[in-house]
């Protein structure tokens, strides 16, 4: 597959190589850090290691033999100060990259002092030293944890997230206006590995079986290996998304699928928060502090699919008629839109209360001095459609409390026509 997209984080790359320093990139497994980092040091002739999980010796050395062909010197490294002694020692500029940094350090704990150390006392002027990794949990508590020997010894920080629907449809030749194209987009998500797996021609059901029903498919075990790498080991942590899978949104209610105390999960939900699998939604105005009133989404479009449909219907997905498959594809890829429509607005959330629900409301782009307040449908409307549905909203503003501390708003309709927008 072509390389497409990423121009933000190839900015990002030249800049940090302009300063020089510490550059940390992370992100989760197979978002395309990797093929990120290596197109950006082919033009550079920068020098690439990526390590690998084995005893402090044996990982050492790949890193060593990676990096020579470029290196002047005669010794061999058996300690990692040795190996950054000697690139210190190097005569001319160099762009050196780490990567899967936390197989290093899970071997080696004294690897990161080592590291401050000579970051702070011998990396040559102009030289760029870059770490990756696809831990999220472990790289924050590397880099952002205030008590971490490298707590702030970054230039920057870059989070390599997974791409937007437009990327898609530039990578795989999709039609950025056509339905059945964000149907095959809420199914692989924004991450291009998955990517492969999108033919031309191919419907969207085809496309869901060959990556998840099909006799061992490649999405089959993806959610124990991603938990794995981010460290989130238990039964706990399957059983939570199970149960946000089929449609347990609240804490309560995930505790009472669960048959344990919503205290239980306070610890479990928040690795799954550290590791970007859940996002936490609260109502459009409100904080942590100001409410109790949260909800729990899975984030990766694949996850949720993979426990909202893989999960609960997999046994029986081949006697299902075409029909039925397609509504179940239909109705994940709605949640999906809904997530691509509240991208669109800096700052909107959903909001609800006791009678109320509103799937969008922002800061309105067009009159930051008033509300945007949306409705969104996953189908093409057709006018007297959107009349209704508009109508309906009106209703339902009227009926909000939010209404009482925004006096100024615009009500909108937000349809699968803006895909093409």
Known sequence: MDFVNRVAELRELDAAARYGGLLVVFGRRRVGKTRLLRQWLQGRGGLYS???????????????????????????????????????????????????FPYL???????????????????????????????????NDLFLHRAAPLYGRARKLLHVRPMD?????????????DLASFEKFAC????????????????????????YFDFAPYMEQEPQRILRDEGVIGLNAVAVLEALGRGA??????????GTAQTNLSRVLQQLLDASVLARELPFGESVRSTKKTLYRIQDPTMRFWFRVFSPHQSRWGTYPVAEKLKLIHDHAATVFED???????????????????????????DRQQLLVAEVKWRRLTVAERQHVL????GKWARCSLRAHHPKFRLDVLDASVLGA
């Open 188 to 211: 692989v998500g924004g991450i291009p590995k998955y990517w492969e797996f999108v033919e031309a021609g191919q419907d969207v059901v085809t496309l869901v079986e060959s990556l």
């Open 105 to 139: 350090t899970a071997v080696d704990t004294s690897l990161p002092s080592q590291l401050q150390k000579w970051l702070d006392h011998s990396l040559p002027r102009g030289c760029l030293l870059i770490l990756a990794g696809s831990s999220t949990r472990m790289m």
């Open 50 to 100: 990526q390590a690998i999980e084995a005893q402090r010796d044996l990982q050492i050395q790949p890193v060593f033999q990676d990096l020579l062909p470029q290196l002047e010197t005669q010794l061999v490294p058996k300690t990692w100060p040795e190996l950054l002694e000697i690139l210190a020692l190097q005569k001319r500029r160099w762009v050196v990259c780490l990567d899967e």
């Open 165 to 177: 629907y437009t990327a898609f449809c530039a990578a795989c030749g999709q039609k950025p206006g």
């Open 249 to 258: 949104e609240r804490p309560s209610e995930i505790a009472s699928r669960l």
């Open 340 to 366: 691509f429509c509240r991208a669109r607005f800096p700052g909107a959330q959903r909001y609800w209360e006791s009678e109320v629900e509103l799937d969008l409301v922002a800061p309105d782009p067009d």
């Open 391 to 394: 109508r309906q909203l009106e």
